[in-house]
């Protein structure tokens, strides 16, 4: 459910442990996946394996990952258009002062990357497509929507839950009762996208999205399905150790799924929530709605960090 947020707590930074990994894989001649972190992204194709490490600290976070689809044309071109779209809405989302506005930024992002990939489809004479998934981290709130088939997880200290749902014609089908979840994942649609970039649809496109809060020490994982149709739910929540850094952790996610037989592009982008602003926001409510000075804020913040 899309929550309004807190306007007056805006601003609030927040840091975040990030690691981006893509890889070509074993069989692929080329390599139609993209990402994107707060600002960076692959903007030249062939890549065989690119890395991105960073520790950021900001009021707002935009991670993404796109899939370009292997059995169109220009896969990696409409992946890119999709990073490329995402990165010109950045300074909207960074003003999104709920998750409610940063869906209504998300789907002009997502209409607008899918009509440009639309129009050089038609120009060039070729089908272009991508996935899309994406995550908005702020102190307010966490909002993370897709389309097709790559996945957003979750670990907390509580267990790991998955955020995306893959929009695909048999996962409409298990929807509508038509066939089981074991069924879908045997069916020769279980690959086949309902929704993604590129797509022509006049009712327009309808990204899966869901809204909830972080805490510090939470695990974030956006994914192309050449990871997470190799990998089981339990092997990427064995991944996701508090103990390893998030460039561990990217690193081991690839080297699973080749080793798990796939045969596809593979790349994930991996947060883990430093510093989730809370101490932050409650100095400020303290400060502003009792008045005190700066050196009882002063003992408040050390307080709250030995807690």
């Known amino acids: 459910m899309m929550g309004e947020g807190d306007a007056g707590l805006t601003g609030i930074p927040v840091t975040l442990e990030i690691a981006a990994v893509t890889d070509i894989g074993r069989l692929r001649k080329s390599n139609q996946d993209n990402f994107y972190v707060n600002g960076c992204y692959i903007d030249h194709y062939n890549v065989t394996a690119e890395r991105f490490e960073t520790v950021d ?4 976070h935009i991670l993404a990952v796109c899939d370009g ?27 999104a002062k709920s998750s409610a506005m940063a869906a209504f930024f998300a789907r002009k992002a997502i209409d607008a990357a ?35 088939d790559s996945e957003i997880f979750l670990k907390t200290r509580y267990g790991m839950e998955r955020l995306s749902k893959p929009q695909t014609v048999a996962q409409e089908l298990v929807d509508r009762g038509a066939i089981s979840e074991r069924q879908a994942s045997r069916s020769i649609v279980r ?19 869901c809204a909830l809060e972080i805490r510090t020490g939470d695990i974030l994982m956006i994914c192309s399905d050449g990871v997470s149709d190799s990998l089981a739910d339990h092997s990427i929540y064995a991944c996701l150790s508090p103990n390893r850094t998030v460039k561990e952790i990217a690193d081991t996610i690839i080297e699973k799924a080749v080793r798990g037989g796939s045969g596809d592009n593979l790349t994930v982008v991996i947060a883990r929530v430093v510093d989730d602003g809370r101490n932050a926001r409650l100095i400020r409510l303290l400060t502003a709605a009792l008045g005190i000075s700066a050196a009882v804020v002063a003992v408040i913040t050390l307080i709250l960090a030995l807690i």
Request: net charge negative; with cysteine.
């Open 57 to 60: 600290s900001s009021a707002t």
């Open 69 to 95: 689809m292997g059995g169109l044309e220009e896969g990696d071109v409409a992946a890119m258009i999709g990073v490329s779209t995402l990165d010109e809405y950045a300074d909207a989302f960074m003003e």
């Open 114 to 148: 899918n009509d440009r990939i639309l129009r050089r489809a038609r120009k060039i004479g070729k089908a272009m497509g991508s996935t899309f998934a994406m995550l908005v981290v702020s102190a307010n709130y966490l909002y993370a929507c897709n389309l097709g």
């Open 191 to 209: 690959n086949q996208l309902s929704q993604y970039l590129g797509m022509e649809n006049l009712k327009g496109l309808k990204p899966n999205e």
